[in-house]
């Protein structure tokens, strides 16, 4: 099998190359080459890439790992439904028989919904149904994902900017649960895997010692790890590390991300869990240091400096969460939801107090102004407050919804992850609707990037387009 190839723009040069994807992947390695390729899945064609001899891959916005046992196909993660079928094609390509098992890494539906074609082949032919393994609380994570699906779908439509996503309601449950670790042996291939705590409650790693291969999930996604979130569950930021850490002992000579492109050759595999394990733990020890020092949220989160070198890492670019949003995260974890501001503990209604301060301003307006003069000075912090204040004290006020569309279109395009971005690109729409008279979904896709958004082109990495949006 051919490995797929694919023009790339070399960011430095606007050249365009003919190169395969190993070359693809080493330029990333490098730092000379985006993820945009691999994230909107220039390399996911017909075919697995086959990295090894057994090891074939599907690269797009969430990655798929097929093992050739000898005995069938393992999956290691399924993607999203957008590439359920592009998957079930390329592994019937990849020569190695049926798929006898799916391994999901976590139960986040961008790495689940690749199951169906596979079972749907099964029901037609009488053959028994792959074998889906998952953590134990994978199947408490779609339990609540079904019940909380409204709310999944607003914070996903602002984090992502897609303001008709549904949240799914319908998943594929786990056939085998384990709790800590657990052993698959297939045909040729052993596939130990293993309980961490990081990004989720329910993440597996999976370690498959024949071919010194290591399939880390979410653990290692090319990015500032997503250990904050603001708009998601409990993160586990020092699991995570230790988890990290075991990985490193392992030896592996090729690792496999749940996103983003694959790490060839130990020296590089060694340094790259490394260096993530060395962002969190200084996240956690200054962190705890501030508490234990009894300072406020608000000290702490101003307080805890991190090193630049490493956020300078290719794969470690805070281009989707970022350490601020850590901070915050582990303050939750370790302390709870009170910031230390006795006037947040039992709070008036913000509508209430924002129109007291107008009154003390001189008007909503009078706080606008204000917010633009800090805008053009730069404060975009304060200048947030106070546009936010001003529009809860006259949310039909056309000039306080002008100001408040400004500052927060302003502080998306200042942001390099997207999860800022996502927050403050909608509270903009949502102003900006106010005072043209029109709706959120138009004002969220006036621009390119915001259509491309708004149809569900989302992803996480190191990117670069014409808007600059990263």
């Not at 094609?89 to 790495?111: E, I, L, M, N, Q």
Request: aromatic letters at 8%; hydrophobic letters at 40%.
């Amino acid at each position: 099998m051919t490995e797929h190839k694919e023009r790339d723009r070399d960011e430095h040069t606007g050249d365009t190359d003919r190169m395969t994807y190993a070359d693809y992947i080493d330029r990333v390695w490098q730092g000379t080459a985006t993820l945009m390729p691999h994230l909107t899945g220039a390399y996911s064609g017909d075919e697995l890439v086959r990295l090894r001899d057994r090891v074939g891959f599907l690269p797009a916005f969430a990655n798929v790992a097929a093992f050739d046992t000898g005995d069938g196909v393992v999956l290691v993660d399924s993607g999203d439904f957008r590439t359920a079928e592009r998957l079930h094609k390329a592994v019937a390509g990849f020569g190695a028989g049926p798929v006898r098992s799916v391994v999901y890494t976590h139960g986040h539906v961008d790495h689940v919904f690749g199951v169906a074609p596979f079972d749907r082949e099964a029901d037609e032919s009488g053959a028994p149904r792959p074998e889906v393994i998952a953590h134990e609380a994978v199947a408490a994570r779609f339990d609540r994902y079904i019940r909380t699906a409204g709310h999944n779908s607003w914070i996903n439509r602002r984090q992502f900017g897609v303001p008709s996503l549904e949240w799914p309601t319908t998943y594929r449950y786990p056939d085998v649960v384990y709790r800590e670790r657990h052993t698959v042996r297939r045909g040729e291939l052993t596939f130990e895997l293993v309980h961490a705590r990081g990004e989720t409650d329910d993440h597996t790693y999976v370690w498959i010692p024949e071919l010194k291969t290591l399939c880390t999930g979410d653990l290692f996604i090319w990015n500032a790890p997503n250990a904050g979130n603001p708009q998601k569950v409990q993160r586990y930021p020092e699991d995570w590390a230790r988890a990290l850490r075991a990985m490193q002992e392992l030896g592996a000579e090729l690792l496999l991300p749940g996103h983003g492109v694959p790490v060839v050759g130990s020296d590089r595999v060694h340094q790259a869990l490394d260096d993530t394990a060395r962002l969190l733990e200084t996240l956690c020890e200054q962190t705890r240091t501030l508490m234990n020092a009894g300072h406020r949220l608000d000290a702490v989160i101003h307080g805890v400096k991190v090193p630049e070198d490493l956020l300078a890492k290719p794969y470690l670019h805070p281009a989707y969460d970022e350490p601020e949003f850590v901070v915050r995260n582990l303050w939750r974890l370790w302390g709870g939801w009170y910031d230390q501001n006795p006037a947040h503990l039992k709070p008036a209604p913000e509508a209430d107090l924002a129109a007291e301060f107008a009154r003390a301003a001189g008007g909503a307006e009078a706080l606008a102004l204000r917010a633009s003069e800090l805008l053009a000075a730069g404060e975009l912090r304060l200048a947030s407050h106070l546009a936010e204040t001003a529009a809860l004290a006259a949310p039909a006020d056309p000039t306080v919804a002008r100001v408040r569309a400004d500052v927060f279109a302003r502080r998306a395009h200042e942001e390099t992850s997207l999860m800022a971005r996502g927050v403050f690109d909608w509270a903009a729409a949502e102003s900006a609707a106010v005072a043209a008279g029109t709706d959120l979904a138009t004002e969220l896709t006036r621009s390119p990037e915001g259509r491309r958004r708004a149809a569900g082109a989302i992803g996480v990495g190191v990117i670069d387009d014409e808007d600059g949006c990263c």
